[in-house]
């Protein structure tokens, strides 16, 4: 047989830590956030009303109303890098609290939207419940144990 002709070895499906998945999630679920507030920008009317000093439904635009957005967003952020310090159990917790309320943050904010927004808002409820099922899921090890390996 012919070098050209050879099989291939199968590609290799290398496991993948909890923690990086979890870590992954919210990083897309960010950009989609990001995406959609930056395409929202475009929307009609978006900016006269912002140099109006109004913030869509939230009403006038305070230095309240700004801190909470602002902490809103940050808690998905800093989950990226907590996914990776965090020990298992404050981890999991965490995953699944968070995921749970950012899901039901994107299902109350979708209502009336444009299309962009709810195609985007689908895919971080999705990316959302996916954290929380990653983190539900979370390996366990062996009672006893004290290795690397989790039980599969």
């Known amino acids: ?3 050209k002709k050879m099989a291939r070895p199968a ?3 290398v496991p993948v830590p909890v923690k990086l998945k979890l870590a992954a999630l919210w990083t897309s679920l960010m950009f989609c956030y990001v995406y959609g507030d930056y395409f929202g920008l475009f929307q009609p009317g978006h900016l006269q009303s912002m140099l109006q000093g109004r913030m869509g439904p939230l009403g006038p635009t305070t230095q309240g109303v700004l801190l909470g957005t602002a902490a809103l967003m940050a808690v998905p952020s800093l989950m990226i890098f907590l996914s990776l310090a965090l020990g298992p159990t404050v981890n999991r917790a965490l995953n ?3 995921g749970l309320l950012y899901a039901g943050v994107m299902l109350v904010s979708m209502p009336g ?3 962009f927004y709810l195609f985007l808002g689908a895919i971080e409820v999705v990316l959302s419940l ?3 099922w990653q983190a539900a899921r979370w390996p366990r090890r062996a009672p006893g144990s004290q290795g690397d390996r989790p039980l599969a």
């Open 1 to 3: 047989m012919s070098p």
């Open 11 to 13: 590609l290799e499906n």
């Open 96 to 98: 699944i609290v968070l």
């Open 113 to 115: 939207a444009w299309v």
């Open 130 to 132: 996916l954290i929380v």
